[in-house]
């Protein structure tokens, strides 16, 4: 058996957007999910989070789910629209709902892991310009000061942001996410606006005297050459750059890749956005670094890409049902170069998972290729533990089925199915096989 250290924390994640459901209760004003997601055309078969898996309301039959299941923590966000539904407004009372959350949780023994951020903005500050405007650096700010008032005491671990870098170019530049614009600009200058809203909450929640850890999550990619021509290795370097450098050396030494803005802004701009002093907020020290994996990227040089000059290639392994390679080897890749370039920053792996085409038979769900890539997974990290590296945890993405963005319901990422049509929730095989590890603290050899 290979066993983790003791301590090791446990866990299971989601986001308010895909889970809650409760659009229109407690106060709540519309997010720019609510208003993409409710756009003809955006999310697959005009799916939306009005009902979700109505985790607003259900929450304590999941809470009492993650207490069978063993978990030692739980990581959610919190819905901003919920706490400023409108310009001019806060709404403490838009936390009841979460401070009913967590109380039960810590009655259950889990630990509440808060992500302030995870997509879902409120749509009155994107009308006044969203992430692309410095303005809402101090609403940001101002958002979570409201949070660390009032939860700061119970909550003992924080993410500020959710994958910016999904937020910035899927939202802004790719048009794939809300707010569904295609302008490389703005993407840019939403990233460097993520970044900063980050470095001011970290000063923040130092000068309040909080007790907890604050950290912030990034979606990694390593990536890897199609060949060891030189251009190819080249074509992957520039790839790391604008995948996982971008974010990582700013939070983590304070820097951009020089590359990265000669190169991109002379294509794009954005880094305009940049004012003296943004940098040294930005690398405020954290005390984590949450890391969502799922796969990796193989590039090839390709003159003909403007921006990159690269291109994708398929690795050879199996596929998901989210067209993602089947990678477990990144993840170690992936662990042992943060280790290697940027210290030894403790980390959490705040989301991993696999979505597959679950089916229920006779009340079951034998979900055994996602076990296959849990195992694989963890094993990953287990060699990672064992050779020292300082890995906290690790959160399994999902809890249960959810709505996956502009796929909708289509893609089913938990560890428990739920039946959209009743909202019953069923355990399927790969949760009492994790609930198994958690017992065990172990992983099969
Ligand atoms: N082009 N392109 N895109 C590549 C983007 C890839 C990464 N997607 C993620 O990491 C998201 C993360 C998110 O936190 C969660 O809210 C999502 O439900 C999971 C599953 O999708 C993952």
Redesign the pocket.
């Given at each position: 058996m290979r066993k983790f250290p003791e301590g090791f924390i446990w866990g299971t994640a989601t986001?308010s957007y895909?889970v809650e459901g409760a659009t229109r209760e407690g106060g709540r004003g519309r997010s720019i999910w609510d208003t993409f997601a409710h756009t003809p055309g955006k999310v697959a078969q005009g799916h939306h989070g009005d009902v979700a898996c109505d985790h607003y309301h259900r929450y304590l039959d999941d809470i009492q789910l993650m207490k069978d299941l063993g978990i030692s923590s739980y990581r959610f966000s919190i819905a901003w629209p919920r706490v400023m539904p409108e310009k001019g407004r806060v709404w403490v009372k838009g936390l009841d709902f979460y401070k009913r959350l967590i109380h039960a949780l810590l009655e259950a023994g889990i630990r509440p892991a808060v992500t302030i951020y995870?997509?879902d903005l409120p749509q009155w500050i994107e009308d006044d310009g969203g992430w692309n405007s410095r303005e809402t650096v101090s609403r940001f700010r101002e958002y979570s000061e409201i949070l660390f008032r009032e939860l700061g005491d119970l909550v003992p671990m924080w993410i500020t942001h959710?994958?910016p870098w999904?937020a910035s170019i899927?939202g802004y530049g790719?048009g794939?996410h809300a707010p569904g614009l295609c302008d490389w600009r703005r993407a840019y200058r939403a990233a460097h606006h993520l970044l900063l809203s980050h470095g001011h909450t970290v000063r923040l929640y130092r000068e309040l005297g909080l007790k907890g850890e604050i950290g912030i999550?990034l979606?990694l990619?390593p990536v890897y050459p199609a060949s060891s021509r030189p251009e190819d290795v080249a074509a992957a370097h520039r790839q790391d750059m604008f995948q996982n450098r971008w974010f990582l050396d700013p939070v983590l030494k304070g820097a951009y890749p020089e590359e990265l803005l000669r190169r991109v802004d002379a294509v794009v701009g954005g880094f305009d956005a940049v004012q003296p002093g943004d940098l040294e907020v930005i690398s405020a020290p954290i005390d984590f670094l949450g890391v969502?994996y799922?796969s990796r990227a193989v590039v090839a040089d390709d003159p003909a890409d403007p921006l990159l000059g690269v291109r994708h290639v398929p690795g050879e392994g199996p596929r998901t049902e989210?067209d993602w390679e089947v990678y477990p080897e990144g993840l170690y890749d992936l662990l042992s170069r943060l280790r290697r370039d940027y210290g030894d920053v403790p980390i959490y792996i705040t989301?991993n998972?696999a979505?597959y085409d679950d089916r229920v038979e006779g009340g079951s769900v034998h979900d055994t290729n996602r076990i296959e890539y849990l195992a694989l997974h963890f094993a990953a990290a287990h060699r990672f533990l064992e050779e020292g590296g300082n890995l906290r945890g690790y959160y399994v993405?999902?809890l249960m089925d959810?709505f996956?963005?502009a796929f909708g319901y289509t893609?089913r990422?938990g560890i428990v199915y739920v039946d959209y049509e009743t909202l019953a929730r069923i355990p399927k095989d790969s949760y009492f096989w994790y609930q198994q590890v958690i017992r065990d603290r172990a992983i099969a050899p």
């Open positions: 986001a895909q995870h997509w959710n994958e999904c899927l790719l794939a999550t979606n990619t969502n799922y989210m989301e998972g979505a993405w999902s959810n996956e963005w893609k990422f």
